[in-house]
């Protein structure tokens, strides 16, 4: 992890076009190549970002990231405040609460609701940037990484993009596809996911629920 405080401006160039001008900003540059701009405000969430994989060039006074559709960020630097770096470890990744946990093993017993066809891999399969909840395959034998949340938002698209990203590299998994599942997914979630190639679906958990029942038990 690298962090730069820095007086910058960011152009954002690809399928729109946005700038920020000069302030203070908070630049973060992550082990995974994502490179993420923060101001001291908004919350937790970025002004402006590129997911990986993507190229950092650093040029005297402007940085070029560029991502694999060619969009890039152009960070014109004024002046560094401070400039540090920290390697934070493996990440033993969030526990789950116990909705999305039961979804979780609720889908991992009946992956066919998900897809005619489906069968289990693996739950929590790993990769070098954490575990993808369910890694299943089709009717078709297409590996399929799929991430379990109990809302889905923006910053669950952008995980699950990363892990099938990381999946895609294997050549006995190859190609993978991604599948958000979530009770509810918020709007600019979907569009998100429609842009990365993912497919939304949503699941109701009650009826979820509804196959696990006590009477199908033996004990």
Request: glycine share 8%; aromatic share 4%.
């Amino acid at each position: 992890m690298r962090l730069v405080i820095a007086r910058c401006s960011v152009d954002y160039v690809g399928r729109l076009t946005a700038h920020l001008p000069l302030a203070t900003r908070l630049l973060m540059i992550k082990a995974d190549g994502s490179v993420l701009v923060h101001s001291d405000g908004g919350s937790y969430k970025p002004l402006n970002w590129m997911s990986p994989p993507c190229v950092l060039r650093e040029d005297e006074g402007v940085w070029t990231v560029t991502n694999k559709a060619g969009e890039q960020l152009l960070i014109t630097i004024e002046e560094v405040l401070s400039d540090v770096s920290a390697d934070l470890g493996v990440d033993p990744g969030l526990v789950k609460d116990g909705v999305e946990a039961h979804l979780q093993a609720l889908l991992a017993q009946h992956c066919e609701k998900l897809g005619e066809g489906f069968r289990l891999v693996r739950r929590e399969y790993p990769t070098d940037i954490g575990p993808v909840d369910l890694l299943c395959r089709d009717a078709d034998g297409q590996a399929v990484a799929i991430e379990i949340k109990r809302r889905g938002e923006i910053d669950g698209v952008e995980q699950l993009a990363r892990y099938v990203e990381r999946l895609d590299r294997d050549p006995l998994l190859r190609p993978v596809r991604g599948m958000f599942v979530a009770q509810e997914i918020k709007p600019q979630a979907k569009v998100l996911a429609g842009d990365r190639g993912i497919v939304c679906i949503e699941v109701d958990y009650d009826e979820l629920r509804g196959i696990d029942t006590s009477a199908d038990r033996l004990f």
